[in-house]
């Protein structure tokens, strides 16, 4: 069964950075492209970017609202996924989605939520 | 960037009748790159259809997908009570990929 948990989440004041995990089981991590998606309260869905996998350059793609701010990784040997977010804002709050796929997604974890606030 | 419009924003319909929810985008979807995903409270979207019409794994027949180039298409033939939820399409033909805003299906 394919499993994503997200951890990391939080309260957070401007300016500052945290770290999002998602830990994958139940299917051979390093073959799949991984991406984040977040939802801000109340309101629809947003993609946020994607890291290939190693075999297909592992290269990253993200949206123009967190790039150059958030950073996506990961660690094949461990099955996680790690969403990087630096200078946080205000309207970075959201519940962050650890999603499998790179188009389209077929397995979402929980999400965890990331509350931006002094 | 592609917009997509969802509509109606809310459907109110009872258990047993047939549901259609459309997805317009601002510009031609490469090759049909449309997926639709359900939400309900509290929980994580759901991959229904991707490709525009292909069902995901697990997807009872009861959902189908529609249409090309910017005019799109969700039919549940008929309502379960478990079917009440917000939809989202979402178009991953270019980059960035973005989500309509959702149509919520309720109870009547």
């Known amino acids: 069964e394919v499993q994503l948990v997200e951890s990391g989440g939080g309260l957070v004041q401007p300016g500052r950075s945290l770290r999002l995990s998602c830990t994958a089981s139940?299917?051979?991590?390093?073959?799949?492209?991984m991406s984040w998606v977040r939802q801000a309260p109340g309101k629809g869905l947003e993609w946020v970017g994607f890291?290939?996998?190693?075999?297909?350059?592992?290269?990253?793609e993200y949206a123009a609202s967190v790039k150059g701010r958030f950073t996506i990784s990961r660690d094949d040997s461990k099955s996680i996924a790690y969403l990087q977010m630096n200078s946080l804002k205000t309207e970075d709050t959201a519940v962050y989605y650890c999603?499998?796929?790179?188009?389209?997604?077929?397995?979402w974890g929980q999400g965890t939520l990331v509350t931006v606030s002094s | 960037e592609i917009v997509l419009t969802q509509s109606p924003g809310t459907l109110s319909l009872s258990p047993g009748e047939r549901a259609t929810l459309s997805c317009r985008a601002s510009?031609?979807?490469?090759?049909?790159?449309l997926a639709w995903y359900q939400q309900k409270p509290g929980q994580a979207p759901r991959l229904l259809i991707y490709?525009?019409?292909s069902r995901a794994t697990g997807i009872p027949d009861s959902f189908s997908g529609s249409g090309s180039g910017t005019d799109f298409t969700l039919t549940i033939s008929r309502l379960e009570p478990e079917d009440f939820a917000v939809y989202y399409c979402?178009?991953?033909?270019?980059?960035?990929?973005?989500f309509g805003g959702g149509t919520k299906v309720e109870i009547k």
């Open positions: 999603t499998r796929g790179r188009r389209y997604f077929d397995y």
């Open positions: 139940g299917f051979t991590f390093g073959d799949y492209t």
């Open positions: 890291m290939r996998s190693k075999a297909n350059g592992g290269t990253t």
């Open positions: 510009q031609s979807v490469s090759s049909n790159y």
């Open positions: 490709g525009a019409s």
């Open positions: 979402q178009q991953y033909g270019s980059s960035p990929f973005t």
